[in-house]
Structure formats: structure tokens, C-alpha cells
T-cell receptor, first 113, second 113 residues
């Protein structure tokens, strides 16, 4: 069975500082990996995805993520955080059938001015 | 171009009652997936509908059922409501079943008292 672990429930960073959100997955085959962001009262917005190829993936809003098969990780990074990045971030793995996402528990990001 | 529309946005039900939630997919999308997001947790896959049939189901009891109409809109029905069914219910639409190009709605917040 596939699973996703996001070890950090809450993270607080200062505006302008760099950010790394951790994600570890468990999946038997080549994973389809995703990062979503959710603002209060909103649905999920896709930041980036990895299916195959280059292990460093660029997304929207200046985010990037690196797939490391040896560590079963797909960590999300941003070099300089903006106050508007405060939100909940979810890592997810998709099954090979392309019809089901399994999400981690999420990391709530707070940004200090 | 309208995205995914869910209704109602909020509702309160009593234990033992039944509830129906509705979802209209994004224009051009023909597949609808439903997710349950309990407070402080990541979304959990309930099921996916395509061509008016349930194509994939997550680990949810039979109290959770759905329907898809010829215009691709969908309903999620929950019978014999439990307090633990209180959650944000998210609808996601896509084009075809083997496609992770999801667009999520803002969700329906269900409170069971």
C-alpha cells in the first residue's frame, strides 16, 4: 500500500528566509509525486509534480522539489519565502492507474514578518 | 471558465441522518473524484466516477455512495451519519481516468452533531 509521511506538522520561517518541507513516501513502483498547497477555506492547488526524468522539478510560485529515490523523499524548497506563502502544504503519491492520490498529513507553514 | 463548483459550502446534520453533496466539474472534464479531509489531516480518497460508473474506491464503508450524471456532475451520498463523518469534502475533476490533471473545488464543510 502506498503512503506518505510529512514529518513536520508546523514550520515557522522568517520572510525572506529559505524553506524546505520534507516528504517521505512508500510505494512499490516508480512513484508519481505531487505537492499541493491549501489556503484557509480553499481547495488544493497543484504546485508541482514528478512523473519521470529530471529529478529536480520546478513549479509555480518559485517552488521546486527534488526526487531522491534512494531516500524515498520528495522535499519541497523555496529560496526566499514571502508572507503570502503561509498555508498548508500537502505531499501526495499517485498510483500507477492514475486514479487515486494518497496524501500526507500536511505541514502548516507560518511566515514571520 | 468556471472551475469545479461544489454545493452547499457548509451544512450541519444530525447523527443518523443522510446527506447529499454535489459537484459540477470544470468545463471539459469528464471524471470526478471525491476526497474527505478531516480537520488537521490530509485528504483521503473516497472514490472516482467516470462514464457514470465508480472506477476506483478507497477504504470507505458502503455508507458512502456516489453517482455521476450524463452531464458529468456528481453527487456524494452519506447514510447513517456519524460524528466522525464531520470533515471537508473535496471534489476534484479531470479529463479521463488516467490523468492527474486534477482541479479541486473549495469543498463542502459537513458538521455532524
Amino acid at each position: 500500500a502506498q503512503s506518505v509521511t510529512q514529518p513536520d506538522i508546523h514550520i515557522t520561517v522568517s520572510e525572506g528566509a529559505s524553506l524546505e518541507l520534507r516528504c517521505n513516501y512508500s510505494y512499490g513502483a516508480t512513484p508519481y509525486l505531487f505537492w499541493y498547497v491549501q489556503s484557509p477555506g480553499q481547495g488544493l492547488q497543484l504546485l508541482l509534480k514528478y512523473f519521470s526524468g529530471d529529478t529536480l522539478v520546478q513549479g509555480i510560485k518559485g517552488f521546486e522539489a527534488e526526487f531522491k529515490r534512494s531516500q524515498s523523499s520528495f522535499n519541497l524548497r523555496k529560496p526566499s519565502v514571502h508572507w503570502s506563502d503561509a498555508a498548508e502544504y500537502f505531499c501526495a503519491v499517485g498510483n500507477n492507474a492514475g486514479n487515486m492520490l494518497t496524501f500526507g498529513g500536511g505541514t502548516r507553514l507560518m511566515v514571520k514578518p | 471558465d468556471a472551475g469545479v463548483t461544489q454545493s452547499p459550502t457548509h451544512l450541519i446534520k444530525t447523527r443518523g441522518q443522510q446527506v447529499t453533496l454535489r459537484c459540477s466539474p470544470k468545463s471539459g472534464h469528464d471524471t470526478v473524484s471525491w476526497y474527505q479531509q478531516a480537520l488537521g489531516q490530509g485528504p483521503q480518497f473516497i472514490f472516482q466516477y467516470y462514464e457514470e460508473e465508480e472506477r476506483q474506491r478507497g477504504n470507505f464503508p458502503d455508507r458512502f455512495s456516489g453517482h455521476q450524471f450524463p452531464n458529468y456532475s456528481s453527487e456524494l451520498n452519506v447514510n447513517a451519519l456519524l460524528l466522525g463523518d464531520s470533515a471537508l469534502y473535496l471534489c476534484a475533476s479531470s479529463s479521463g481516468t488516467r490523468n492527474y490533471g486534477y482541479t479541486f473545488g473549495s469543498g463542502t464543510r459537513l458538521t455532524v452533531v
